[in-house]
């Protein structure tokens, strides 16, 4: 922002108090910084002008740019501003540069294809190759980059350092390549160094020459006189006592100027003369500028200080108190520190003779000392609504969140977090009762060499082999996970159906819910006790958390009970124990409660449909059964350890193809669906007799207590903080950090919740993690009014 003028005043004379100035305006000021600047540039000094708004940046650009081409000096002026620096990306940015770059150099270049070329590079780094392989090659003469609105890169969504770090290795490389002598850089804007770059080591701002827009000086002023001349005979006594208010600040005398031409001007001047009334300065600043100055405040000048000091600097508060010490003395000593810094850059106060003072008179009357008490009083307000109210929001929080979880929407983050945690519990060893033996591609290419006949993946050549290897070594079970339905050959009818350790399946259909459902049979001739249903109960994102043993039977699949059941029950008989039905809502299994499954089970808003069936949740184990393949044991590879792997266990056979592997919690890639089918016998078997726990969770009213427990109590934290220093220096320091406070106890209250969440899991329990942290954040959240004044 810089000084200039908006309209046409006094004989076509031109005060403009917004925009840049173009080079031949008659109301430019010359100042120092003029020649510093261009002397500096020609000597090919890094230079930068960091200053506040509307000190006339802008136009010492456009005006030096002129002066440096007349020098036979090229310039690219850059924009940043209008690069954009709101969702934009780093690719963007970067080369948003490089086509004002093409644009303002006339640079004879293919942008996209460069870019496409080079796309094997990073941002920063394509930056760099185009000055050295294009913007140098293709300029001969000195040239001068100028970055204007620097201070725009604080609002980009991606680090910048390595682009302040650009601009340091261009003037580092003058050491080894000659061309970079003829680039120079000047960057303008409103923010200190250490706001643009913290590394000192690669900061370009401590190689280059700081330049200071000072104010305007009487001396300085005297192209005004010619606007002013036109309407007073006394042009130096008014410029005079313009700058006595204005203190020489650029924009504020351009204004002020202006207005004083507008008033001395007729509205309508019938008889062509000019009306002799002059306005008293005094009056015009008073009535045009003082009064109701928010309103007045066009184009925006004093709302723009204001806003800087209370919204962009780190600590208004500390800011507010410097300014106000220097408002009641008159000037403090000056120095190098970064709240003077943060202040001076709001425009409010300049250094002047190693003092630091209020700019101007202007400033001094409306930010007063009632405007800076009325501004800490916002601040650091009192307490509008008592902090023992945070408890009662955090019921409030909690149910509205129960209202939400009842709708199912928490369902998906409830879900993924309790996988998160199945898979952060410690690693289990594999249930050494089972023995699976997995039939793949490969396998059955293997069958088809050796001349066995099949109907499906398997032969019955092939299994009668597996049974006479296997039988001999006495499992108690030997399950039967392909589908088989076409009568067994005639020798393998003798022997596997008739041995009650048999298990074979069928499929009641794709879901459990549906009316008419596409099953398929199961092998003729086996009886309904030695027949399983291999269904699974999937979720939306198709994962398999629940475990269904027991379904209504259907004709084509005459058995109510699940593969896995079915296995765990013929294992167990060996042991004395059997399946007794307390109700229809609980079984027993030797001492073992298995309660069905509740709608509202952990994190779960189950529909009826997906309640079908008598349903427990999978306590999955980290490490799978132990798995061989067919070939490996038709050609006797595993003669030697078969005998114990398969004693007094339960041996599967079942598909390893990808068709029949399903996702479960405990991993990302798909498990086999014997492998499944092992898990879930694997779970009941050891609950019942290795008092492993199943997954078990609190009834509704429990999560909801649950919930409220952990919100009220994060609430209360905070109320107790305040509590321990509302007689304290503290309490103010507690208020203005508010926020921050809620942060912490959020933090906290999480990594308690995830502990506490996970040692349950440890012993089987499943509990809300995402409600109460959802409920807690909601709540503190939205106790921000504790720190709102009164009205």
């Known amino acids: 922002m810089d000084y200039g003028m908006d309209d046409g005043m006094g004989d076509g004379y031109i005060y403009q108090p917004g925009g840049s100035l173009p080079p031949n305006a008659p109301s430019y000021i010359p100042r120092q910084a003029d020649d510093d600047l261009f002397k500096a540039l020609l000597a090919g000094t890094y230079c930068y002008v960091l200053t506040s708004r509307q000190m006339g940046k802008s136009s010492l650009r456009v005006r030096t740019v002129e002066r440096l081409y007349e020098a036979g000096v090229r310039c690219a002026e850059v924009e940043l501003l209008g690069i954009g620096s709101q969702e ?58 100028f970055f204007d609105e620097i201070d725009s890169v604080l609002g980009l969504n991606f680090p910048t350092d390595d682009f302040f770090g650009l601009l340091r290795n261009w ?23 250490s706001d643009l770059m913290q590394n000192s080591h ?25 606007g002013l001349a036109t309407v007073t005979a006394k042009p130096n006594g008014v410029l005079r006592e313009i700058l006595d208010w204005t203190g020489g600040q650029p924009f504020l005398t351009q204004k002020v100027c202006q207005l004083y031409v507008q008033e001395a001007t007729p509205r309508s001047q019938e008889s062509g003369v000019r009306s002799q009334v002059f306005p008293s300065v005094r009056t015009l600043i008073q009535t045009r500028i003082l009064d109701n100055w928010q309103v007045q405040d066009e184009p ?145 290419q293997y069958q088809d060499r050796l001349g066995m006949k099949r109907q499906g993946s398997l032969s019955d050549d092939a299994l009668l082999q597996v049974w006479q290897k296997i039988k001999p070594h006495d499992p108690r079970v030997f399950g039967l996970d392909l589908y088989h339905d076409f009568p067994f050959s005639p020798a393998l009818a ?26 398929i049979p199961s092998p003729p001739n086996v009886s309904a006790d030695q027949l399983g249903f291999t269904d699974f109960a999937i979720d939306p994102d198709y ?50 409660l298995v309660p069905k499954i509740s709608p509202t089970a952990g994190g779960y808003r189950l529909d009826p449909e997906e309640q079908a069936g008598y349903q427990i949740l999978v306590n999955y184990r980290s490490q799978s059964p132990r798995q061989v393949t067919l070939r490996e044991l038709l050609e006797g590879q595993l003669d030697d350890q078969l005998a114990e ?89 507690f208020l203005r950090n508010y926020s921050l406070v809620c942060v912490v106890v959020l933090a906290g209250m999480t990594m308690s919740l995830l502990v506490v969440c996970y040692l349950m899991l440890l012993i089987g329990g499943w509990l809300p993690l995402v409600p109460p942290l959802l409920a807690t954040a909601l709540s503190l959240g939205g106790s921000s009014n504790l720190t709102r004044p009164k009205p």
């Open 88 to 145: 934009i990306t780093a690719n963007q940015w970067y080369g948003g540069i490089i086509q004002v770059l093409i644009s303002s150099l006339g640079l004879r270049i293919n942008r996209r294809q460069w870019l496409r070329d080079h796309g094997d590079l990073s941002p920063v780094q394509r930056l760099g190759t185009f000055i050295e392989q294009v913007v140098l090659p293709q300029t001969h003469q000195p040239l001068v980059l």
């Open 171 to 193: 003037h580092e490389q003058r050491a080894n390549q000659p061309a970079y002598d003829r680039l120079t850089v000047v960057m303008l804007g409103v923010a200190t160094p």
């Open 202 to 226: 690669a900061t370009p701002f401590n190689i280059g020459r700081a330049i200071e827009l000072q104010a305007f000086s009487l001396a300085d002023a005297q192209p005004l006189l010619q």
């Open 300 to 444: 925006e000048h004093l709302r723009t200080i204001q806003s800087r000091l209370l919204r962009n600097v780190r600590s208004p508060q500390r800011s507010l108190r410097l300014y106000r010490q220097i408002l009641k003395r008159g000037a403090i000593p000056a120095d190098n520190s970064f709240e003077q810094r943060e202040l001076r850059l709001t425009g409010l106060v300049t250094r002047r003779q190693g003092q630091l003072q209020v700019f101007n008179r202007i400033y001094g009357t409306v930010f007063d000392r009632a405007w800076i008490a009325r501004q800490l009083a916002g601040l650091a307000p009192p307490v509008s609504n008592p902090p023992w109210q945070l408890p009662w929001m955090g019921l409030g929080a909690t149910i509205l969140v129960l209202l939400v979880r009842s709708l199912g929407l928490l369902q998906p983050l409830e879900l993924v977090a309790f996988d998160q945690l199945l898979r952060s519990q410690p690693p289990e060893p594999a249930d050494d009762r089972f023995l699976i033996i997995t039939v793949s591609e490969a396998d059955m």
């Open 494 to 519: 003798a022997q596997l159906p008739p041995d009650d350790r048999f298990i074979g399946v069928c499929e009641i259909g794709q879901t459990v819910e549906v009316d008419t459902p596409v099953s």
């Open 543 to 592: 994962r398999i958390r629940r475990q269904l043993l027991g379904v209504k039977r259907t004709d084509v699949c005459d058995t109510d009970m699940a593969f896995s059941l079915q296995l765990t029950l013929r294992y167990l008989v060996s042991e004395g124990i059997t399946l007794d039905f307390l109700s229809s809502d609980l079984i027993q299994l030797g001492d073992l």
């Open 645 to 733: 792997w398969s004693r007094d266990r339960i041996v599967l056979i079942g598909l390893a193809e990808p068709k029949d592997a399903q996702f479960t919690p405990k991993q990302s890639k798909r498990m086999l669906g014997v492998t499944i089918h092992a898990q879930q016998a694997s779970q009941l078997i050891s609950a019942t007799l290795d008092d492993r726990p199943l997954i078990w969770w609190l009834p509704e009213w429990g999560e909801g207590l649950w919930i409220l427990v952990w919100t009220v109590g994060s609430n209360s934290v905070v109320w107790g903080i305040y509590y321990l220093f509302r007689n304290s220096s503290l309490r103010s320091r």
